[in-house]
């Protein structure tokens, strides 16, 4: 069973910076298939980063620029540098896993205030 483990979200002042993490167990760790997402209150999850073909980087494009993903596979995770926050990036972040069935994180809560 593939478990998702996301950490690192908090209470940041707009302009600031957090780093998510993502654990993963359960499976060999590819970082490929793996993305991150997000739900802001009243508002479906959305696609926030993850990787294409070749493994390159694929970004929403209202946090191009600001974000980054990365993994580390000798630690089986996956991280999501957030920088320049804005207020509008307040949501909570998910860790998914992008295989059949595919598989999500519990969530990490991000506020981000003016």
């Known amino acids: 069973q593939v478990q998702l483990v996301e950490s690192g979200g908090g209470l940041v002042q707009a302009g600031g910076s957090l780093r998510l993490s993502c654990s993963v167990s359960?499976?060999?760790?590819?970082?490929?298939?793996m993305a991150w997402f997000r739900q802001a209150p009243g508002k479906q999850r959305e696609f926030v980063a993850g990787?294409?073909?070749?493994?390159?980087?694929i970004y929403a494009e209202s946090v191009k620029g600001r974000f980054t993903i990365f993994g580390d596979n000798g630690k089986n995770k996956v991280y999501l540098q957030m920088n320049s926050l804005k207020v509008e990036d307040t949501a909570v972040y998910y860790c998914?896993?992008?295989?059949?069935?595919?598989?999500w994180g519990q969530g990490t809560q991000v506020t981000v205030s003016s």
């Open positions: 990787f294409g073909s070749g493994g390159r980087t």
């Open positions: 998914h896993h992008q295989t059949w069935p595919d598989y």
């Open positions: 359960g499976t060999i760790f590819s970082i490929n298939v």
